[in-house]
């Protein structure tokens, strides 16, 4: 990423065609945005043509645009992305779906630096800097002759790969923090942290859809998060075990009972407790004395030592707990 990083650096101040490769949801689209807010067409429009959303028999018009009556259906002269995007940057999305024979005018366009609209005769001029992405192997492309090898070193001038987000693992905490900023931001959420075993889980996590996968699912988490610290539970994501008892395993025992306090607080919102410590404190002893003298079977006076306290006060607790407890010969 640090040569990501410094390639945007150097080619942000030219005009020079950029072809930005990688797989969906690594960021191609924030890579050619951070290149134009950056460069000195800032103030001029930022144009996005999404080449494979749009019909192949209306994509000549998206990028011309067209003059009234040329085609069925065309009621008024139209303006299109080059001609919207003029003094800034137009961006294609997914350039290696635009069909052959657009992928020669859109050539001549790039060569030329004007156009004329469908249906018109009146040449424009095409001020605009283009960039260009894809999740497509385009060399694999153009051997296959799906893609124009002329266009391809054309719009290969510079050319910045995003790596996938399984191998940048290292990323994952500083994204972590961004996206949990971002979304307290504009979602109005009030998540102050992720815990250790989440973390984790993040790191390990395999990230089929990358960047774009890692917001989603937090989202998801901090919308529907019970309490302000995410846990493994609230990601929706299996472990790499893939068992919820290898979640589980993952909690440490205090992480365990914030997360179980984290539950309670959720339920009892605007019950009024008077003597929550002591409610707490039963809740734990209840099962450490029981497991314990299961442990010892029965011996109070061993598991008196293991808990760290004398006969008489493990015998209160017993009758205070109305513990029952049978003693293993």
Same mark, same amino acid.
């Given at each position: ?8 650096? $150097? *080619?942000?101040?030219?005009? %020079? ?21 950056? /460069? ?20 000549? /018009?998206?990028?011309?645009? &067209? ?45 030329? #630096? ?26 694999? %492309? ?5 893609? #124009? &090898? ?25 994204? *972590? ?14 998540? /102050?942290?992720?815990?250790? @075993? ?22 998801? %988490? ?20 893939? /068992? ?17 306090? @984290? ?9 009024? *407790? ?5 409610? *707490?404190?039963?809740?734990? @002893? ?13 011996? $109070? ?18 009758? @205070? ?9």
């Amino acid at each position: 990423m640090q040569k990501v990083y410094k390639t945007i650096g $150097q *080619v942000v101040n030219t005009d %020079a065609t950029i072809l930005i490769q990688g797989e969906s949801g690594t960021g191609k689209e924030l890579v050619a945005k951070t290149i134009h807010y950056n /460069s000195p067409r800032w103030n001029q429009p930022f144009v996005v043509v999404h080449c494979a959303a749009v019909p192949r028999d209306l994509l000549e /018009s998206e990028l011309f645009g &067209h003059e009234k009556g040329s085609f069925t259906g065309a009621l008024e002269r139209r303006m299109g992305k080059f001609e919207l995007a003029t003094g800034g940057t137009l961006f294609f999305d997914e350039v290696g779906d635009i069909p052959l024979d657009l992928q020669t005018k859109l050539l001549r366009v790039i060569q030329e #630096r004007e156009f004329c609209r469908v249906g018109g005769t009146e040449i424009l001029k095409a001020d605009v800097r283009i960039l260009a992405a894809t999740n497509q192997e385009l060399e694999k %492309a153009v051997k296959d002759r799906r893609f #124009r &090898h002329d266009l391809y070193f054309r719009l290969k001038v510079i050319p910045i790969h995003l790596p996938p987000l399984s191998d940048r693992k290292g990323d994952i905490p500083l994204l *972590v923090n961004y996206f949990m900023d971002k979304i307290n931001r504009e979602l109005g959420t009030h998540i /102050s942290g992720v815990s250790p @075993e989440a973390l984790k889980l993040l790191e390990e996590h395999p990230w089929p859809g990358n960047v774009r996968e890692l917001e989603n699912t937090l989202i998801r %988490a901090a919308v529907l998060s019970p309490g302000p610290i995410l846990f493994p539970k609230d990601l929706a994501l299996q472990p790499r075990q893939g /068992s919820a008892l290898d979640e589980y395993n993952n909690l440490s025992l205090e992480e365990l009972l914030r997360h179980k306090l @984290e539950d309670y607080f959720q339920r009892t919102q605007g019950v009024d *407790v008077d003597n929550l410590y002591s409610l *707490v404190v039963e809740r734990v @002893e209840r099962p450490l004395i029981e497991l314990t003298l299961r442990k010892t079977r029965g011996n $109070q006076i061993r598991a008196a030592q293991i808990l760290g306290i004398n006969r008489n006060t493990l015998r209160k607790k017993i009758a @205070e707990l109305n513990i029952p407890y049978k003693k293993n010969g």
